[in-house]
Nanobody, 121 residues
C-alpha cells in the first residue's frame, strides 16, 4: 500500500511564495522519478517539473527561474518551492511518483490527491 500525501497549497498574492511537499508512505523498495503536475480549470494537466532519483531536474519553460523542485530520499519526500507566483500559476498541483514495489522489478505510477494553489490579489 502506497500513499502520496501533499501539503502546502493555499492563497497567495502575486509575487508571493509557497512551498509544496509530497510525502510517500507505505511499503515499497524505492521511489524513483517524481514529478509535479498542475491543472487549471478548463485546461489539460501539465507537467511542471520532474526530478530523478539522483536529483536531475527539468522544468516547463513558464516556471524556469521561479520554481525549484527538490527531494529528500531519506524522508521519501519531494518539494516544490514556488517564488514570484503569478495568477496564471493558479491550479491544482498534483504529486506523481514512480515507485518500485517490494515484490516486483517494475515501477508503478502513483498520484497524490492534489493541492490547490491560488494566486490572486
Amino acid at each position: 500500500q502506497v500513499q502520496l500525501v501533499e501539503s502546502g497549497g493555499g492563497l497567495v498574492q502575486p509575487g508571493g511564495s509557497l512551498r509544496l511537499s509530497c510525502a510517500v508512505s507505505g511499503s515499497f523498495l524505492r521511489v524513483g522519478a517524481m514529478n509535479w503536475y498542475r491543472q487549471a480549470p478548463g485546461k489539460e494537466r501539465e507537467l511542471v517539473a520532474t526530478i530523478s532519483f539522483i536529483g536531475s531536474t527539468n522544468y516547463v519553460d513558464s516556471v524556469k527561474g521561479r520554481f525549484t523542485i527538490s527531494r529528500e530520499n531519506a524522508k521519501n519526500t519531494m518539494y516544490l518551492q514556488m517564488n514570484s507566483l503569478r495568477p496564471e500559476d493558479t491550479a491544482v498541483y498534483y504529486c506523481n511518483a514512480n515507485i518500485l514495489p517490494s515484490y516486483a522489478s517494475v515501477f508503478d505510477e502513483h498520484w497524490g490527491q492534489g493541492t490547490q494553489v491560488t494566486v490572486s490579489s
